[in-house]
């Protein structure tokens, strides 16, 4: 697993790394929140590590702006412990919130049980096989080649095989900002990415549809409908 931390106190994100990389993570780091945002976006981490305070712009503010391209986890790390920082950073986006002074112990348990909590986005079916790190999603062994909410939908539906999504969950998920977005929006970007699946297996459809409440995938073998 690769993990990026974004921290502009050396002293600290070296310690972190040093911890991280006890653990067996591959660990990087960068000073500057808009150039973490640019390592991120080019090459994907599975986990980042985001300071509040940075020099170029507020750790809110990436996570904003990460949150545009990427549904990576995102731990912030903080000085300010008001609930309200709490509130806002879970709210905008944030996995979890650690307050400085911390243990580095109990950030790397946090790391872990966070990467446990979605490693069933990496594994692989008999139809699907998923690698977040670089959003990339195969199909009965095709390589999918989704637009960007296309691949949100997938990669959601894919994390509770059998579950039914509603629109608004799928809307929080891959909309966070989801003024302007409505269900027919959703159900336009479902269309387009069964007519790609059936592509590649015109019998199956393991998409499924449930009127009045939303979607599921199914891994199983489902006929098209």
């Known amino acids: 697993m690769r993990i990026l931390i974004i921290e502009d106190e050396q002293s600290i994100a070296d310690t972190l790394v040093y911890a991280l990389k006890q653990e067996g993570f591959s660990v990087d780091h960068q000073l500057l929140g808009l150039l973490g945002a640019e390592a991120h976006k080019q090459n994907p981490y599975d986990l980042l590590i985001l300071d509040v305070g940075l020099p170029d712009l507020s750790g809110f ?3 904003k702006k990460i949150r545009t391209f990427s549904d990576a ?6 000085a300010r412990d008001q609930e309200i920082d709490r509130v806002v950073g879970l709210e905008i986006g944030a996995d979890d919130y650690v307050t400085k002074p911390f243990s580095p112990r109990e950030l790397v348990a946090r790391v872990k ?8 986005l990496t594994a692989t079916s008999e139809l699907f096989e998923h690698l977040p790190s670089q959003h990339l999603i195969r199909y009965s062994g095709h390589r999918l080649e989704l637009t960007r909410y ?4 997938l990669a959601t539906l894919l994390t509770r ?3 039914v999504f509603s629109r608004d969950q799928l809307m929080q998920h891959v909309w966070p900002d989801n003024s302007g977005s409505f269900d027919r929006v959703i159900d336009t970007h479902i269309k387009g990415l069964r007519a ?7 019998e199956r459809d393991p998409i499924q549809t449930h009127r009045g409440l939303g979607y599921s995938i199914s891994l199983g073998n489902t006929d098209a409908n």
């Not at 986890?73 to 903080?78: G, S, Y």
């Not at 049980?113 to 069933?120: G, M, Q």
């Open 61 to 63: 503010e990436l996570c």
């Open 73 to 78: 986890p995102i731990i912030f790390l903080t």
């Open 113 to 120: 049980v966070i990467l446990r909590r979605i490693k069933p």
């Open 150 to 153: 296309e691949y949100g939908l």
């Open 161 to 163: 095989p059998e579950q």
């Open 196 to 202: 790609k699946l059936r592509k590649i297996t015109p």
